[in-house]
């Protein structure tokens, strides 16, 4: 039985997230309907991460069997995006062993979150990044996330709705820094970058956590904040 990994890329912002729900538009539900028009059998695909309702993919994984595979592979790519919408794009298609599954083959994932800091937000950025208005302290940001860093648990920054069990996670990096975004020649945007790299995350994990390392930076009281879905990526997945 033929087993296909896909590569995805989508804008998340009219997404209600990658699983499927009851009457909302989802990353799995647009691709099971193409793959149901294409292959003509109903298909049901693995993800390696089951991003949140608004968040972003540049490197999503999924893979899915099927019967049989008229179609060559090198061709899946192409026919997939002719049925799939311009805000879901499948980037590469591969034939992989029968019994491999993304979501347990998955070594390390690497999400970004952007943060616009000032008083009037760019429009172009309203879907990538969260606007904080008063001054971040970026140094008490890098302090703090020093301390996520490693194995631990962490069943304070998962939201209740997941299904884990297990909440202990390794984070490999955790890093805050400002950067600029060019879209034009010559538009500089300075955004604050944090980025998570670790072998798996609990549900809205990376959300709470840059909700904390932002409490850190106006010097408040850390409480349970989570950052907003919009300014989320998932940048790689790596296996």
Not at 13 to 38: V, Y
Not at 219 to 227: F, G, I, P, Y
Request: net charge positive; proline share 4%.
């Amino acid at each position: 039985m033929p087993n296909i990994k896909l590569i995805l890329q989508y804008d998340g912002t009219n997404f209600s997230g990658l699983e499927l729900q009851p009457d909302m538009r989802t990353i799995r539900g647009e691709i099971e309907k193409a793959l149901f028009r294409l292959y003509k059998e109903k298909i049901k695909i693995i993800s390696t991460s089951r991003t949140d309702s608004g968040v972003h993919a540049f490197e999503n994984v999924v893979n899915f069997k099927i019967k049989s595979s008229p179609i060559p592979i090198l061709k899946i790519t192409k026919a997939l995006n002719s049925l799939l919408p311009k805000d879901l794009r499948v980037i590469k298609a591969k034939k992989v062993k029968e019994d491999y599954n993304c979501r347990y083959a998955a070594k390390k994932k690497t999400y970004e979150y952007l943060v616009y800091n000032g008083d009037v937000m760019p429009p172009v950025l309203l879907n990538l990044a969260w606007q904080v208005k008063p001054g971040l302290d970026i140094s008490a940001m890098k302090k703090a996330a020093k301390y996520l860093v490693g194995k631990h648990d962490f069943s304070s920054f998962c939201a209740a709705g997941g299904d884990d069990s297990n909440f202990v996670r390794t984070l490999y990096s955790v890093s805050v820094k400002k950067k600029l975004v060019r879209i034009w020649d010559g538009s500089k945007l300075e955004v604050v970058s944090c980025k998570f790299s670790g072998n798996g995350f609990l549900y809205k994990m990376v959300r709470l956590m840059v909700g904390s390392l932002v409490e850190a930076g106006l010097h408040k009281k850390s409480r349970r904040c989570c950052a907003p879905s919009h300014g989320l990526c998932l940048l790689k997945v790596v296996f």
